[in-house]
């Protein structure tokens, strides 16, 4: 298990967020059947840029990782940051302050 | 028409403004939900949009959002609100888009850009297009709140600890009320602001308020007038120059825009500048870089620019003196200087700002204008403005013996002052020696390099400077220039012409 402290106010919010990191998963692997790595470049940008604000850091840095393996049309790099995401998502404990 | 209409658009967002402001000292926070403010958030992220939504609406801002550019557009055109936060990389229509689009029919509208993946070019341009802070994502509440309020001026942290703006301008008239009120409103931004107004006014005092209320104001400011240098000189002072890029050049020259690097760069005059030069500098506010005389590199430069000049610069623009593109460029704010004569209410409040400055200069007791001599001075017509004021205090306070300045003296040096200014003939003379002297001194008397500069033959040049009772052989070192670091370079082997020269 690993625990995540998050801001008690976003406690509404945060059940969609990671439910959207899920379906991230499921798009990323179809745009990556179709060779499609920009598409899958835009979803680790936006991974990027909201992870950290919702209180998982974790999820920036892999939003990071999948946005410059797709730059690189990197595809052991794409799978690697989707197993690492899934393992993430199905290990974390939230704790709202 | 177009100018008008900005114009009145300016005003409406000042009226704005000094709602915000009014509530500000009524004591109306942050946290009032009575009247909140108005934030358009715009991202085409769900989870973005959530996010920063919940952190504006627990500190008691109103929040609209937009999904796109264009949608934010269409919502700026319904309802206003007091401030955009934006991404800058969206699909369709970009940040940087929107954020011109927005400044075009709304200059003074607080835009807040987040990016996660934008380089310090990309900071540096939306920070000359007005930016009110560029922030990396992901983005912690604080960061965000704090910048939000910053860009509404609601902070009370920053309204205790600044100084007034413009702390040094004397006035009690609305009209500079108002000025002083939309300038303090641009100075925390990059904006480009243009500052017009008759000669005299105070312009670069404008200016130099603008940049002690930015956060310029610790790099610095730098004035040039582009009026009083010729062409050639005033390219070199500006845009600098390598060693030998041209006749003169004996050493090299780092040039205004590099000397006021972080700070900001008055452009005084700049209906005077040559078309030339305008091509240039529009370069450099495009660009952000500038390219030494006779260099091959380009520097980056971040200086902020404020223009003014006392011309018509529109009309100037429709006679073909002055570039359309750069007129527009420079002239995103404008701000009017009002002539002394259109606010008369301030001229007791400057007249005694000036005596008091004098008494304490000459360590002496301050003098005062008589009743009738005052009544005079406030309805006298002024044509050279608050610089002519400060002459005629000057003149009197000199001249007079007592205490009180009567009358006779008030009148006597408004005659004086007057008649002080230039005719102007005496004016293009005194120009036309200054320059010859020049020329002559940067090419150490070669004649011959002294007219290719100056664009004349020889034979034409010796005339001039007969007209002048120059001489150019008192210029001369001995035919050889001696440089800094002591090599020298023989004038008379520049033989290309000076364009040639610079493409090197």
């Given at each position: 298990m690993v625990q995540v402290t998050v801001d008690k106010d976003l406690e509404d919010l945060v059940p969609g967020f990671l439910s959207n990191r899920q379906r991230d998963i499921e798009k990323v692997e179809a745009l990556l059947a179709r060779g499609d790595f920009d598409g899958i470049r835009i979803i680790g940008h936006s991974m990027k840029g909201s992870g950290g604000g919702y209180g998982f850091q974790f999820i920036t840095e892999v939003g990071a990782g999948l946005e410059r393996a797709a730059i690189a049309c990197n595809t052991d790099l794409i799978r690697n940051a989707l197993s690492e995401l899934r393992h993430y998502l199905a290990q974390i404990e939230i704790v709202y302050r | 028409m177009q100018l008008q209409t900005r114009f009145w658009q300016i005003l409406r967002t000042s009226r704005n403004f000094?709602?915000?402001?009014?509530?500000?000292?009524?004591?109306?926070?942050?946290?009032?939900?009575?009247?909140?403010?108005?934030?358009?958030?715009?991202?085409?992220?769900?989870?973005?949009?959530a996010l920063l939504s919940t952190w504006l609406k627990g500190s008691g801002f109103s929040v609209m959002t937009a999904s796109s550019g264009d949608e934010a557009l269409t919502r700026l055109g319904m309802s206003r609100p007091h401030c955009v936060l934006t991404d800058l990389y969206m699909e369709g229509m970009d940040g940087m888009t929107l954020l011109s689009r927005i400044h075009a029919s709304n200059p003074l509208m607080p835009v807040i850009m987040l990016s996660g993946q934008a380089g310090i070019p990309e900071a540096m341009k939306a920070?000359?297009?007005?930016?009110?802070?560029?922030?990396?994502?992901?983005?912690?509440?604080?960061?965000?709140?704090?910048?939000?309020?910053?860009?509404?001026?609601?902070?009370?942290?920053?309204?205790?600890?600044?100084?007034?703006?413009?702390?040094?301008?004397?006035?009690?008239?609305?009209?500079?009320?108002?000025?002083?009120?939309?300038?303090?409103?641009?100075?925390?931004?990059?904006?480009?602001?243009?500052?017009?107004?008759?000669?005299?006014?105070?312009?670069?005092?404008?200016?130099?308020?603008?940049?002690?209320?930015?956060?310029?104001?610790?790099?610095?400011?730098?004035?040039?007038?582009?009026?009083?240098?010729?062409?050639?000189?005033?390219?070199?002072?500006?845009?600098?120059?390598?060693?030998?890029?041209?006749?003169?050049?004996?050493?090299?020259?780092?040039?205004?825009?590099?000397?006021?690097?972080?700070?900001?760069?008055?452009?005084?005059?700049?209906?005077?500048?040559?078309?030339?030069?305008?091509?240039?500098?529009?370069?450099?506010?495009?660009?952000?870089?500038?390219?030494?005389?006779?260099?091959?590199?380009?520097?980056?430069?971040?200086?902020?620019?404020?223009?003014?000049?006392?011309?018509?610069?529109?009309?100037?623009?429709?006679?073909?003196?002055?570039?359309?593109?750069?007129?527009?460029?420079?002239?995103?704010?404008?701000?009017?200087?009002?002539?002394?004569?259109?606010?008369?209410?301030?001229?007791?409040?400057?007249?005694?700002?000036?005596?008091?400055?004098?008494?304490?200069?000459?360590?002496?007791?301050?003098?005062?204008?008589?009743?009738?001599?005052?009544?005079?001075?406030?309805?006298?017509?002024?044509?050279?403005?608050?610089?002519?004021?400060?002459?005629?205090?000057?003149?009197?306070?000199?001249?007079t013996k007592t205490d009180i300045i009567p009358l006779s003296m008030a009148k006597s040096a408004l005659r004086e002052e007057s008649a002080g200014i230039q005719t102007l003939k005496v004016a293009k003379d005194a120009f036309e020696r200054n320059y010859l002297i020049g020329v002559l001194r940067i090419t150490n008397g070669h004649v011959a390099n002294a007219a290719r500069i100056a664009g004349r033959n020889r034979t034409e040049f010796y005339k001039l400077l007969a007209q002048h009772h120059l001489n150019a052989a008192d210029f001369r070192k001995g035919g050889a220039v001696e440089t800094d670091d002591s090599e020298s370079i023989d004038i008379d082997a520049a033989e290309n012409p000076v364009d040639e020269q610079r493409d090197v």
């Open positions: - | 000094g709602t915000l402001q009014r509530d500000r000292e009524l004591g109306v926070g942050i946290n009032d939900t009575s009247t909140p403010y108005r934030v358009l958030i715009v991202d085409d992220d769900s989870d973005m949009v920070m000359h297009l007005g930016i009110a802070a560029f922030l990396t994502k992901p983005v912690e509440k604080e960061t965000l709140l704090s910048n939000v309020s910053r860009a509404l001026r609601l902070s009370s942290d920053i309204a205790e600890t600044r100084p007034r703006f413009g702390a040094g301008i004397i006035y009690r008239s609305t009209a500079m009320a108002e000025l002083l009120e939309k300038a303090e409103l641009v100075a925390d931004s990059d904006i480009t602001v243009f500052i017009s107004g008759q000669t005299g006014t105070g312009k670069e005092v404008l200016a130099k308020a603008i940049h002690e209320a930015s956060p310029r104001r610790d790099k610095p400011f730098i004035g040039v007038n582009c009026g009083a240098i010729p062409e050639q000189l005033l390219e070199s002072e500006l845009f600098g120059h390598e060693r030998g890029a041209f006749t003169g050049a004996m050493n090299r020259h780092e040039g205004l825009l590099q000397a006021a690097n972080g700070g900001t760069l008055f452009l005084d005059e700049i209906g005077d500048m040559p078309l030339g030069l305008q091509v240039k500098l529009l370069r450099v506010l495009q660009d952000f870089e500038v390219r030494p005389v006779g260099s091959t590199r380009s520097v980056p430069v971040n200086v902020r620019v404020i223009s003014a000049t006392h011309q018509d610069l529109a009309e100037t623009v429709k006679r073909g003196e002055f570039r359309e593109d750069l007129y527009y460029r420079l002239n995103v704010v404008p701000l009017h200087m009002p002539s002394l004569a259109e606010r008369r209410e301030d001229i007791p409040a400057l007249l005694d700002f000036f005596l008091d400055r004098i008494a304490q200069k000459r360590n002496a007791k301050k003098k005062r204008f008589a009743p009738d001599a005052l009544e005079y001075l406030l309805a006298a017509p002024w044509p050279g403005n608050v610089r002519q004021l400060m002459n005629v205090v000057e003149l009197c306070t000199t001249l």
